[in-house]
Structures are given as C-alpha cells and as structure tokens.
C-alpha cells in the first residue's frame, strides 16, 4: 500500500468495543475517532473507567480475551490492523509499536536480568547477535538517565526502584526505535515527586527520536506541557479532541470544562475555594445508551440532549467535540480569548 | 548464590544432627532396649548380661555419640533379626526403592506438568475437564486397589506385565505408574493454578507487547515463574516416595526399603529402623536441600536467603 510521509501514523475510524458480560454485554468504546501524526503526541484523558486502558491495548492487539473489537478503519501506516494476522501484529509489537504500561513493580519478569529483557525484543525483531543488542541496551539506558548502565544489566528488577524500573520499561520501548509509542498512565504507581520527572523524560525522548505517542495520565499539568493533540473521553466516547492549545484555552463540551476546572490554576484558583468536582455518576454502558452519556451530570442539558449528537467543528479545523449547546461553544471560544 | 548455598547447607546439617538425634532416642522411647532383645523368658541377669554387652548401660549421651560415628562411616550395627549388618541389609534394599522413587517422580512430573499447562492454557476446555478428572481420580483411588486393579487386568487377563518380582526394567512399570499416579494430582493442580496466575500477571502482557510467540511466552515467561512451587512440593514428595512407598512394594513383592522398614517395626528390629528413619530422613533434607537451590537458581529473589 502505497503511503505518503504526512499520513497519519495512526488513523482511528468508529472504533468500538464491547465486554460480554453473564446477561448483556458492556460496551466500554462506543465508537471513536481520531488521527495520530508521526512524530506527534496525544495525551487521552477521562476519568476512570472511561475506555482509555482498552482503546490502547486494541490497538496494539492484547485486548483480553472476549472482548470484541469493532471498527470501520483500524490503520497503522497503512496497515489494516483488522485484519493482520496474530503473527504480523507480533512482528509489528515491540518493534514498529511499542507499549508502557502503569505498573513498573510487576510489568518486568522477576525470573530474568534488565539486560536479557531489555535485548529480548531487539533480538526477536533485529535478528541482533548479543553483543550488538547489549551496546544498544547500555545505550538506551543511558538515555533514560540510568548511571552505571552496563552494570544494571545484570539486576534482576526486585534490585531495582519502581522509578529506575519504569525507566527501563522506556528503554525498553524505545529498543527498536518504534514509530509509535503506547503509554498507558505510566507514572501513576510512582513517588509523586517522580512523576513529572519520568513524564518529562518520555515527552523529550519521544521528541527527540521522532516517535508518535499515545499517552494516558491523569495529569492535567502534564498534558498542559508535553502535548500536541488531547482527546477527552467519557463513557466510551471522545467528547472533544483538538490541539493541546484549543483544548485548554478554548474549552467547548461541558466535561472538558468541568475536568479543567478539577485542577487548581495558580494564580486563578482562589485558596479555599472548592475545586470544580464534577456531582454525578456515569451511566450504564450495558445497554445502549442513546444521546449524551454526559447529560445526566451536565448543568446544560436540555431535551436536545437526548437525540443524537453529531460531531461538531470549533472554531478551526482541528477541534471538534460532541455536544448540542451553542452555548459551550460560545463560553469555550470567550474563555480562549 | 555461593552464599545461599552454604547458608542452606549449614542449615541442612542442623536439621540433619536434630534428626539425628531423634532417630537415635527412638530406641528408648519404645522401652527398655536390653528386655527386648533378651525375648520373653529371659531372666534378669540374662537382661543385665545383655544391656552390657550392647552397652546400653552406658550415658546416653555417650551412646548417641558412639552411635553417630559409626553411623557417619557407614556402620548402623546389626540387625537383631537378620544378624547381618544393617547398612548391607539397607543398601541392598535401597537401590529398589531409590529405582522405585525415581521413576514414580519422574512419571509424575512428565504427565503432571504439561497436563497443568495445557489446562492452563485453555481454562475450562475439554483437556481442562479431563485433567481435572484424572486428578481427582488419582486422589479418591486407593494405591493398593489400583495396584491390584493394573495387576488384574495387564498381568492376569492380557498377560502383558509381570505381577511381582524386580528383575528387569519391566517389573518396575506398574509400580511406577501406580506410585507416580498418586502424587500426580497435587503437582498438576499446582501447575495449574501456578501457570493461571502467572499468565494473568504483568510481565506476560509485557512479554506479549514486545512481539514474543507463545511459546516464548508460555515456556521463557511463564513456567519458569509458575514451576517454582511445583519445585519444592516434588521435593516433598519425593522424599515421600522413598520412605512411604511400603504400599506399593506390597502390592507389588517388590522387597524395597519401605518394605523392610514395615517389617523391621513388626519385628522391633530397632537398629533396622533406626538406620531406614536416619536414612530416610536425609533423604528428604538432601530433597529440601536441592529444591531450594533449583528455585534459588529460578528465581533470582530467593538467592537472598
Ligand atoms: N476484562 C474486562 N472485563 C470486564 N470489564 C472490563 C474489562 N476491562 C475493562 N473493563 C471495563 O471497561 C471499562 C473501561 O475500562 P478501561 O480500563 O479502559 O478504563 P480506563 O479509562 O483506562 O480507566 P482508568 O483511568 O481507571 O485506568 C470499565 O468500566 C471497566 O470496568
Ligand atoms: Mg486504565
């Protein structure tokens, strides 16, 4: 197939995905959309439970078993991940994408050194002999900021912090000079006083070496800092997606302005004040839900709200959200300016 | 590793000594050793000539001590019912029943652990099902009614297996398969739910993500991590084998250590006894000992000690 350089490296189209359940079944993605650059970063954010985990293991195909996955286009560079096979999404894992995952203390196999697992998918994609893959192990950890690299590679990770170990998740990821990176809230295991530092860390490495990425974090000053696009999600759906820059200056759907208004600003947000919490519960994903999953909790909502609601285009081109009112737009494009 | 090995080994000489000592207090704690021995219409002086000519009227301690050094070279004493040396009498014995424990461990281990991984593999499948049923099977029949059950019918309806005897290599099969059977369950269980658990952890989502096969998934990622249980409960049961296998060498006229060991109690053979517990006893800390060096040898976080 035939692709151009300024094609997405990623491109999304109606992705859903349902858990079935005993009686019915939880229909966790509820179709979503969106592109991925080379070289670019999306941050997805949404609170728990939103569908964030499983939109990133179906792209790089370890869903668990029985969930399905639907979609009218699945693209990696061209690829149809629809329909490639266990053995091309294999070859495709851990050398052209590559995963972070939250847990640094358990995601690394106690029985084996950092180094034998830091070459192991060099070695399975390069066809590397040990020697080369050991120098570009020392390498990669130098470059996540690990001293004495060429002696960690003989630690088993229970001799290792949870922040040197995510570190070396990073070193791990970034082996094969993937082209596109999954993290999936990599810091939230770790020390507070870490997790900007190994944030930071990713968004400079997946800069400097070019790799698109993917990043889930409950960070909003993180966002704030390393992102170029952010898509928001609630209850399965992408409620507005945009430039980092429109997203937080320009505010459309009334959840993203209720999550921005979650995190204090200093400087705007009165001392004592109580932060922007947003009242309600998410509705049930079991069964189909029709209109806004939001309205419920939505201080906006109208009968509109219940019928479909379509995309719709902000200001410019780059960010859309879904949401009936004319009036979010109007408080969103006055807060941006 | 050098220094969890010493550690374990020192440990094990502890253990050893400890055992050691009970074996030895076994004589007394089953009465007077010299009235015994001098049967039933001896007289008391009959019984005092005894007690010095064996020395029990020596110190325990002195005793125990004496007993020891000669154990460590190989001297256990005599056999108050053979009247041969009991540690030829033991070692003539044990080859049959260290054959017997081999064999059943090994034939254990090689249906036990791929069937718990297959299980594993496909949770609630056909093969799951089926594993589940030869566990439990293995658990609720009796070791002498299988025996008598693979006797009744390879050797007395197909002719195919010789009933009894330690001859050749086929006298050991149904033996093998009947003392191999009974400690199957426990370890394909352990496989099992070892292999469940590990699949579902971290580092196989991890192993995936960077593009592994499954098999490298399966037998680099996984079984190393869920065999280490597996490791230690073998141990145990071999141990087991050897010293609790008299069932079997019943069934089968196998004349092995077990064996004796029965009819030396039946007989208050003590220094018998004695010697097959000392013995019997290492064996399970020699097992111990080896287990915890492969598990150190697995998994890396053991090697603390
Ligand atoms: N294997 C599974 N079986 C059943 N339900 C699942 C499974 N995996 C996820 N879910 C459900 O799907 C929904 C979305 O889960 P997901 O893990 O994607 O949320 P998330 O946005 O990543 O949340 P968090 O911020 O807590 O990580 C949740 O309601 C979750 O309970
Ligand atoms: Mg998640």
Not at chain 1, 102 to 105: G, V
Not at chain 1, 133 to 147: D, P, Q, Y
């Given at each position: 197939m035939e692709t151009a350089v300024n094609d997405p490296i990623l491109k999304v189209r109606n992705l859903r995905l349902t858990i079935p359940l005993g009686a019915g079944s939880l229909n966790a993605v509820r179709g979503i959309d969106f592109d991925l650059q080379r070289g670019e970063t999306l941050c997805i954010v949404g609170e728990s439970g939103s569908g964030k985990s499983l939109t990133a293991l179906s792209i790089i195909d370890l869903l668990g078993r029985g969930i399905e996955r639907r979609a009218d286009r699945l693209e990696f560079d061209g690829i149809d991940l629809l329909k490639a096979g266990r053995s091309q999404m294999r070859s495709l894992r851990g050398d052209r994408m590559a995963m972070i995952f939250?847990?640094?203390?358990t995601s690394l196999n106690p029985a084996y050194t950092i180094g034998d697992q830091l070459v192991e998918a060099f070695r399975l994609h390069r066809k590397a002999d040990r020697a080369a893959?050991?120098?570009?192990?020392?390498?990669?950890?130098?470059?996540?900021?690990?001293?004495a690299a060429a002696s960690r590679l003989g630690q088993y990770p229970h001799q290792l912090s949870g922040g040197l170990r995510q570190r070396v998740m990073i070193a791990m990821a970034l082996m094969c000079e993937p082209e596109l990176i999954i993290a999936d809230e990599p810091t939230t295991a770790l020390d507070v006083t870490i997790q900007a530092q190994i944030l930071h860390l990713l968004a400079e490495l997946t800069r400097e070496m070019g790799v698109a990425m993917i990043l889930i974090t409950h960070d909003l000053g993180v966002v704030a800092r390393v992102a170029d696009k952010v898509a928001v999600m609630y209850a399965g759906e992408l409620v507005e997606t945009g430039t980092a820059k429109k997203v937080f200056e320009a505010p459309v759907h009334p959840y993203t302005r209720g999550l921005l208004g979650c995190i204090p600003v200093p400087g705007r947000t009165q001392r004592g004040a109580p932060l922007g919490a947003i009242p309600g519960i998410v509705p049930s994903l079991i069964s189909e839900v029709s209109g806004c999953a939001f309205r419920s909790r939505c201080a906006e909502a109208t009968e509109a709200c219940g019928a479909f609601i379509p995309h719709r285009v902000a200001s410019e081109g780059s960010h859309s959200f879904r949401c009936v009112h004319e009036s979010g737009r109007k408080a969103g494009a006055e807060a941006g300016t | 590793m050098l220094v969890f090995i010493l550690k374990r080994l020192g440990l094990a000489a502890l253990v050893a000594v400890t055992v050691s000592a009970i074996s030895f207090s076994l004589l007394f704690l089953a009465g007077d050793p010299a009235t015994a021995l001098a049967g039933e219409q001896a007289t008391d002086v009959d019984i005092e000539a005894i007690r010095r000519l064996y020395g029990f009227d020596r110190p325990v301690l002195v005793q125990y001590w004496d007993w020891l050094a000669k154990a460590l070279q190989g001297d256990f004493g005599e056999s108050y019912y053979f009247k041969l040396p009991v540690a030829d009498l033991v070692l003539q014995r044990l080859s049959i029943t260290m054959t017997l424990g081999v064999c059943g461990i090994s034939f254990a281990l090689l249906t036990a652990v791929p069937l718990g991984v297959i299980a594993a593999i496909r949770p609630n499948s056909l093969i799951d099902r089926l594993a589940l049923l030869l566990s439990v099977m293995g658990q609720a029949m009796p070791s002498?009614?299988?025996?008598l059950m693979l006797i009744v019918i390879f050797s007395i309806q197909l002719g195919w297996l010789p009933p009894s005897g330690t001859k050749t290599w086929v006298h050991f099969i149904m033996p093998t398969?009947?003392?191999?059977?009974?400690?199957?369950?426990?370890?394909?269980?352990?496989t099992r739910a070892g292999m469940l658990e590990v699949?579902?952890?971290?580092y196989i989502r991890t192993a995936r993500a960077k593009g592994a096969g499954e098999g490298r998934v399966l037998f680099k990622h996984a079984l190393r991590n869920a065999i280490i249980p597996v490791v230690s409960l073998a141990a145990v049961q071999m141990g087991f084998m050897l010293g609790g296998s008299i069932v079997v060498e019943s069934i089968f006229a196998l004349h092995g250590a077990g064996y004796l060991a029965?009819?030396?109690?039946?007989?208050?053979?003590?220094p018998t006894v004695q010697a097959l517990i000392l013995i019997f006893s290492m064996f399970y800390i020699v097992f111990t000992f080896l287990?915890?060096?492969?598990?150190?040898?697995?998994?890396p976080?053991?090697?603390?000690g």
């Open positions: 939250q847990e640094p203390m893959a050991r120098a570009r192990a020392v390498e990669l950890l130098e470059k996540v900021g690990i001293t | 002498f009614w299988f025996g398969v009947v003392l191999g059977y009974y400690a199957m369950p426990a370890i394909m269980r352990l699949l579902a952890s971290d029965w009819e030396s109690i039946g007989r208050n053979d003590l287990s915890d060096v492969v598990n150190a040898w697995l998994d976080r053991m090697r603390a």
